[in-house]
């Protein structure tokens, strides 16, 4: 069955640190996707990066990389130069190919401090 | 960029009553996933439709059915609607074979309350 870990239930960064959210996930299906979604307060649902599991590089989208480590079953989210913008919940998510549906893990809630 | 549509944004309603949920997907986008979030919890996934079929389901009562049509929109109705319902439900939109990986992206959602 599919399940999606993420063991920091909070954190505190200063703004412009490099911070690092952390992912696990479990899955029988070789080929599948994962993906991080930030949840500003104003609650919508925003995707920021996506990675396959037959990628060979790690994911990057501007500010976002994607840290994946296959055999550990790792992907962890790596925000650099963090901004208090960036305070928001983050989900961490998987959609296995034979399937439609995305599951989520419960959620980092991230405070950028001034 | 054209993003998911969601209406209505908010809705009130009592105990017992019907509800009705808008989506209107991206452009080109073939595929539409409904999900709910109830408060401090993370998104489940209730139905989904491609190409107007129903083509995966998960954990949605029975009291609510959901459409796609011709144009692509769907509609999640909810019924007989009870306290718990409360909550942000979702509709994302993703396009198949375009080689995005079928990215889902999410709609703002509509918070429903039921008092």
């Known amino acids: 069955a599919q399940k999606i870990t993420q063991t920091q239930p909070g954190m505190f960064v200063q703004e412009k640190e490099a911070v690092t959210l952390d992912c696990t996930y479990d899955t029988s299906d070789p080929s599948y996707g994962l993906f991080w979604y930030k949840q500003p307060s104003s609650g919508e649902m925003i995707f920021l990066i996506y990675q396959g599991s037959y990628d060979q590089q790690n994911a990057t989208e501007g500010r976002y990389s994607l840290n994946f480590q296959k055999a550990r079953k790792s992907a962890n989210l790596v925000i650099s130069a963090s901004q208090l913008g960036d305070s928001a919940m983050y989900f961490c998510a998987m959609r296995e190919n034979r399937d439609d549906k995305i599951i989520f893990g419960k959620g980092t809630r991230l405070h950028i401090l001034p | 960029a054209a993003g998911v549509i969601q209406s209505p944004r908010h809705l009130i309603k009592e105990k017992r009553e019907t509800a009705t949920l808008k989506c209107y997907p991206i452009?080109?986008?073939?595929?539409v996933y409904w999900y709910q979030q109830g408060p401090g919890q993370d998104p489940q996934f209730l139905i989904s439709?491609?190409?107007?079929?129903?083509?995966d389901k998960g954990s949605i009562p029975d009291r609510f059915s959901a459409q796609q049509f011709s144009d692509y929109h769907s509609e999640l109705n909810m019924s007989s609607l009870e306290l718990g319902d409360s909550a942000l439900y979702f509709c994302a939109s993703s396009s198949s074979g375009n080689g995005d990986t079928d990215t889902q992206y999410f709609g703002p959602g509509t918070r429903l309350t039921v008092l």
């Open positions: 439709f491609y190409e107007k079929m129903q083509s």
């Open positions: 452009p080109r986008h073939d595929t």
